[in-house]
């Protein structure tokens, strides 16, 4: 049995509050633009084994990219997976997917 969840990761260049000389504005570089992961993952409720993808975005597409990992990693068992509502995992994009491996 899966537990399953997906994050984001953003490169978001936190700035605060700094001291600098008085007269003088402190120089801080960024880097132009704001920069993202999706990590897909599992956990193994019984073995605590983790899995765990990367993916440029979070959606269905990707998703059902990270199933088929899955499935191949966990070839010739039984896989049952929890999962929460988001709207990615129910997409039509994944109903023949499903289909085919429900057993």
């Not at 990590?39 to 975005?57: E, H, K, P, R, Y």
């Amino acid at each position: 049995m899966l537990a399953q969840d997906e994050t984001h990761v953003h490169s978001y260049q936190a700035l605060r509050a700094t001291w600098s000389p008085k007269g003088e504005q402190k120089q801080i570089p960024t880097y132009g633009h704001h920069a993202q992961v999706t990590l897909f993952g599992t956990v193994d409720t019984q073995t605590g084994d983790i899995f765990c993808t990367t993916a440029d975005s979070c959606n269905a597409a990707s998703f059902l990219e990270f199933l088929k990992k899955v499935m191949k990693r966990y070839a010739n068992k039984k896989v049952i997976m929890i999962i929460d509502n988001a709207r990615i995992h129910h997409a039509k994009l994944l109903r023949p997917f499903l289909k085919e491996h429900h057993q």
